[in-house]
């Protein structure tokens, strides 16, 4: 069953999807067949980016509950690029297996608006009304999430069946030299697409930025435009080593310098529409959905430090910390070069990532709070910060 909005948003149409099918009846099987559809997103929409999961009590029954960006390219915007965010809900009653998916464009997403509100709308219907759907699907064995599982005292799928999505962007990005890539990052430090020659000359001429002197031609004029206009950030890490992935936005396309993926000392030049520039750039962070701790550590920057480089492991005070804390961590920060916007993250691979804060007085100068709160994730904290500094600057 299909439904569909009246009018389209940023060129998409929202739609619901319900799909039923009759399955056996295990204490495992919400379990089971979310662990099968995560899985199954690999064979899907090329780009799909997996937000977040959850275990949610609605109507008397135990859902699931997936958010996810997709690409998609509505013709009403003339082909664009456009993040559209799927929310699934998924519950197992009365041997029956109900899926109810909404899919929205992200930026015209509204939490309990009208769209949002027909999740609600899943639940049993009174006994003299319930008939089986026609179709039968099976309940594949799940792996679970032991320790999930038993904070929980539910069956928890493992999460790590999630794969990494691939790299969809308009269109292929350049290849460049680590030497190209620092003389572009110092000339856009400066609002500027720089003179160029030698290696990174012949590297940029080969691709049409510049001419066989140096001067900007074609497409280079618009990198450089990006360069003096856009909004500047830097997204750096520690995983695996150093390293910086830089971004010039604008109201409608997004510039990105990044490491290349599969080349040592290459970088990848490129573009995105900015509608869809998010799930490029979780994506790139390796943003995994996990189950939802409680994290609220208070640790000295000294114990941070040893944990991050040596796996020393602090001492906690819930079993949630604990179970954080015993993961392998990596520093992560989000900043603007242009406004006061900075995000500070620890990540790990299977318990999700904590936000860091300098600690408020009458706290320590060198103590930090370190918080997962599943309210308001990591992912929603950064878009909301990049948003919100593109706004400033209007």
């Known amino acids: 069953m299909i439904g569909t909005a009246p009018a389209a948003l940023t060129g998409f149409t929202p739609n619901v999807v319900l799909r039923e099918s009759q399955v056996e009846e295990r204490p495992d099987a919400l379990a089971a067949i979310s662990q099968a559809n995560l899985r199954g997103l690999q064979n899907g929409i090329p780009g799909t980016l997996v937000l977040q999961i959850e275990a949610l009590q609605q109507h008397g029954a135990e859902h699931r509950r997936v958010c996810m960006l997709s690409p ?7 082909g664009n690029t456009i993040s559209v965010l799927s929310i699934q809900d998924l519950v197992v009653a009365d ?3 109900a899926e ?17 509100n027909i999740l ?12 089986k759907p026609p179709t039968t699907s099976d309940v594949p064995e799940p792996t679970l999430d032991v320790w999930a599982s038993s904070r929980a005292g539910a069956p928890r799928e493992d999460l ?15 290849t460049v030299s680590s030497a190209t890539a620092a003389t572009i990052v110092k000339g856009a430090s400066r609002g500027l697409f720089p ?35 856009g909004l500047p950030w830097v997204l750096h890490t520690t995983a695996p080593a150093n390293t910086d992935f830089r971004f010039w936005m604008t109201d409608s396309t997004t510039v990105f310098l990044s490491p290349h993926p599969g080349l040592s000392g290459k970088y990848l030049l490129g573009w995105t529409t900015t509608y869809d520039f998010f799930r490029v750039m979780l994506s790139w962070v390796g943003h995994r959905p996990s189950w939802p701790l409680e994290v609220n550590l208070s640790l000295a920057m000294r114990q941070v430090q040893v ?5 020393i492991v602090p001492s906690t005070g819930s079993p949630d910390e604990a179970e954080f804390c015993a993961q392998r961590w990596s520093a992560w920060a989000l900043d603007c070069l242009a406004v006061d916007r900075s995000v500070t993250w620890f990540h790990t691979a299977s318990r ?31 878009i909301q910060g990049i948003v919100s500094a593109q706004e400033e600057q209007l």
């Open 352 to 382: 999700g990532d904590a936000l860091a804060f300098a600690a408020p007085p009458p706290a320590k100068r060198d103590q930090l709070i370190l918080e997962q709160d599943p309210l308001d994730p990591l992912w929603a904290v950064l």
């Open 120 to 131: 609600e709308t899943l639940r049993l219907l009174p006994p003299e009304e319930r008939a």
């Open 95 to 97: 041997g029956v297996v």
């Open 195 to 229: 003179k160029v020659k030698g290696e990174a000359r012949d590297e940029l001429a080969e691709a049409g930025l510049v001419d066989r002197k140096g001067n900007l031609v074609g497409d280079g004029f618009w990198y450089g435009s990006h360069f003096y206009q």
């Open 72 to 78: 998609a390219r509505p013709e009403e915007v003339h």
């Open 307 to 311: 944990k991050v480089e040596d796996g």
């Open 100 to 116: 109810l998916t909404l899919s929205v464009p992200l930026f015209d997403f509204r939490p309990w608006d009208e769209n949002h």
């Open 160 to 174: 790590s069946v999630v794969a990494l999505p691939e790299l969809v962007l308009p269109a292929e990005p350049l």
